[in-house]
T-cell receptor
Framework: RKEVEQDPGPFNVPEGATVAFNCTYS??????FFWYRQDCRKEPKLLMS???SGNEDGRFTAQLNRASQYISLLIRDSKLSDSATYLC??????????FGAGTQVVVTP | DTEVTQTPKHLVMGMTNKKSLKCEQH?????MYWYKQKAKKPPELMFV???????INESVPSRFSPECPNSSLLNLHLHALQPEDSALYLC???????????????FGQGTRLTVV
């Protein structure tokens, strides 16, 4: 079983709509959780850290559910520039970043 | 400033060549990493340096040799690579490694390596 699992998508989203997707992680001892975005042939860029209480950064909201071991990302008022692959990242008990395979989001005009 | 700089951006090398990838950060981060990423796959960890010492080697073949000359620099020396080693090589850094500190990693733009 993979440490971090994500729905690969693609999620096709009309501009202005809301999209949400989850990732699940297998290691209950994981301490840190992040969402990164990666554009085609570019490096991953940190979108936001995910805290136990949930957190919001503009149009992006991240939630952490430790009991069910999943993390969610919600994007409101989607922009064309939000089209990317969103990587769920979790630290394992060694502190190593474990990457999910990514969820592709395509925002259409 | 959350910048990690990698050079070169692109590299084509023959299987008998020796080349080096370079990475630099000036954020005062004490942990630096090398990742390898193939198309449509997530990054795979290769090496972790913490306080200039090698902490993790993910069973990487010896044709890849990392070096951390100081706290701001990380090199990856390449020798006798195979075509299947062609990939995007990403350097990253974070404030700390495994000490309960902030572990967000910031990535460089990567070196796109082609082995011919």
């Amino acid at each position: 079983r993979k440490e971090v699992e994500q729905d690969p998508g693609p999620f096709n989203v009309p501009e202005g709509a809301t999209v949400a997707f989850n990732c699940t992680y297998s290691n209950s001892a994981s301490q840190s959780f992040f969402w990164y975005r990666q554009d085609c042939r570019k490096e991953p860029k940190l979108l936001m850290s995910v805290y136990s209480s949930g957190n919001e950064d503009g149009r992006f909201t991240a939630q952490l559910n430790r009991a069910s071991q999943y993390i969610s990302l919600l994007i409101r008022d989607s922009k064309l520039s939000d089209s990317a692959t969103y990587l769920c990242v979790v630290t394992d008990s060694w502190g190593k970043l474990q990457f999910g395979a990514g969820t592709q989001v395509v925002v259409t005009p | 400033d959350t910048e990690v700089t990698q050079t070169p951006k692109h590299l084509v090398m023959g299987m008998t060549n020796k080349k080096s990838l370079k990475c630099e950060q000036h954020m005062g981060h004490r942990a630096m990493y090398w990742y390898k990423q193939k198309a449509k796959k997530p990054p795979e960890l290769m090496f972790v340096y913490s306080y200039e010492k090698l902490s993790i080697n993910e069973s990487v073949p010896s044709r890849f040799s990392p070096e951390c000359p100081n706290s701001s620099l990380l090199n990856l020396h390449l020798h006798a690579l195979q075509p299947e080693d062609s990939a995007l090589y990403l350097c990253a850094s974070s404030q700390e490694w495994r000490t309960g500190g902030r572990t967000e990693a910031f990535f460089g733009q990567g070196t796109r390596l082609t082995v011919v």
